[in-house]
């Protein structure tokens, strides 16, 4: 098999695969709601728990999870070159950020690209997970720990495996989050961040936002 019928089908897989959207499924099956149609708008967990309980979230996140690590080991089973598999990491994130099933609609991609970051570093992904549940538990926003993800993505890219980590996975997968944070990021400069469903009563320790008291829905 050539290399060009191999990064095919390495990338076509990881684009295809990284668009499913795991979030609606459960959405539908737990909540018997289109979470298109309530909160952000967005597929990925963060809009999936506040819309469908924390069931539906979880297991959005595992399926979201899987399906970036998936083009990752199947570009590394094809025994493709480093700056191949990076890029096929990349568009993981694309896929589920711009889903071809979803009329190029998506999620954020932190779920997705904590996954592909299992799949490439392995042993290292608490450098990325624990200081991200960490963060989310000061400050009671997804989006923060999102963020942060985002920004040490290249970094340790780098760290992990050099120049073609960094710039193609890494880099990308930073500026492909970012923008679709745009809205949570001007909230937060507003201190209008919504909070995660844990945070609607009691407010965290550390305030960005102005939190104010709501009822929880039943999930």
């Known amino acids: 098999m050539g290399t060009a019928v191999k990064l095919f089908i390495a990338w076509a897989a990881a684009y295809l695969l990284g668009s499913l ?7 539908k099956v737990l909540k018997h709601i289109d979470v298109r149609q309530h909160g952000s708008g967005r597929t990925g967990g963060t809009n999936v728990w506040r819309t469908s309980g924390s069931l539906a979230a979880l297991l959005t996140a595992i399926c979201d999870g899987f399906k970036g690590a998936a ?7 094809l025994g493709l ?7 096929t990491g990349a568009l993981g994130i694309v ?5 071809l099933y979803l009329g190029f609609t998506g999620g ?15 042993g290292n ?16 926003h997804a989006s923060v720990a999102s963020i942060l993800i985002a920004l040490s993505l290249p970094g340790l890219s ?7 980590y960094a710039l193609g996975f890494g880099l990308p997968t930073m500026l492909l989050t970012l923008w679709a944070l745009r809205p949570n990021i001007k909230r937060l400069s507003k201190r209008e961040e919504r909070f995660l469903p844990i945070f609607y009563e009691k407010p965290p320790l550390i305030q960005i936002s102005k939190h104010t ?7």
């Open 213 to 219: 008291p709501q009822k929880r829905e039943s999930e």
């Open 108 to 122: 954020a991609g932190t779920i997705t690209s904590l996954g592909i970051a299992s799949a490439m570093w392995g």
């Open 95 to 99: 896929g589920h950020n711009y889903s």
């Open 81 to 87: 070159s480093p700056w191949a598999v990076a890029l």
């Open 158 to 164: 780098y760290w992990h495996g050099g120049w073609p």
């Open 21 to 27: 959207p795991p979030g609606i499924l459960w959405a």
């Open 71 to 77: 083009g990752i080991w199947i570009a590394k089973a």
């Open 125 to 140: 992904l608490p450098l990325l997970l624990i200081p991200a549940i960490a963060v989310v538990g000061l400050v009671g």
